[in-house]
């Protein structure tokens, strides 16, 4: 068990549709990460938060927005929603930059 | 797009054997990072290596670190079939600062994974 939850771990919607994701990070990591994976993108990082701050931004799409919250746990807002953004969605925290990151089990998220 | 590519793309071994995968990248780093995932599951991480370092041990993982080369290896000795999983490297790049009138601005800190090695240990 990583410490790291994820809800929900499965969701299935449709095209234009929204979703949130939730991650609730290891008890004492400031560091929130959100990953994207995807069969032919590989695993890809989307977006990290460091104590509520936004510290960097990867390959997100402007459909997808984040936050962190004061009491450290994140959300990852998918919107428009296209049968693309299908994947599995993983939240990883960590105690700071250039520490080992541990990863939740993700979210798999089906578009219909 | 990736930083770190796997070699191979798929390997399969008896159990018993030793497993070496290799990981290369492209730019300048402060560390790599190796990490296993079981089909399905999250991400576990295995070992760090810094710039700094060359060789790092931690059980049956072995991990070599070529700054020259920009290349890392993973062994894994005495496999056993619970080690079937996926195996990436993820490369920490370097934290560059720059000078805007008075202040130091920190640039962030990625990690950037690779497209994973597939092992399959048979028992």
């Known amino acids: 068990d990583s410490g790291v939850t994820q809800t929900p771990k499965h969701l299935i919607t449709a095209t234009g549709q929204r979703v949130t994701l939730r991650c609730s990070p290891r008890?004492?990591?400031?560091?929130v990460y959100w990953y994207q994976q995807s069969l032919d993108q590989g695993l890809q990082f989307l977006i990290h938060?460091?104590?509520?701050?936004?510290?960097a931004k990867g390959n997100i799409l402007e459909r997808f927005s984040a936050q962190q919250f004061p009491d450290l746990h994140s959300e990852l807002n998918l919107s428009s929603l296209e049968l693309g953004d299908s994947a599995l969605y993983f939240c990883?925290?960590?105690?700071?930059?250039?520490?080992?990151?541990?990863f939740g089990d993700g979210t798999r998220l089906s578009i219909l | 797009s990736q930083q770190g590519e796997e070699d191979p793309q798929a390997l399969s071994i008896q159990e018993g054997e030793n497993a070496t995968m290799n990981c290369s990248y492209k730019?300048?780093?402060?560390?790599l990072q190796w990490y296993r995932q079981n089909s399905g599951r999250g991400l576990v991480h295995l070992i760090l290596i810094r710039s700094n370092e060359r060789e790092k041990h931690s059980g049956r993982l072995r991990v070599t670190l070529d700054t020259s080369k920009k290349s890392s290896s993973l062994l894994i000795t005495a496999s056993r079939a619970a080690d079937t999983a996926s195996y990436f490297c993820a490369t920490g790049g370097e934290r560059l600062q720059a000078q805007l009138w008075s202040r130091t601005m920190d640039s962030s800190y990625k990690l950037i994974f690779g497209s994973g090695t597939r092992l399959l240990v048979r028992p």
């Open positions: 730019t300048s780093i402060n560390n």
């Open positions: 008890s004492g990591d400031l560091s």
């Open positions: 990883a925290s960590s105690v700071g930059e250039e520490q080992p990151q541990h």
């Open positions: 938060y460091y104590n509520g701050e936004e510290r």
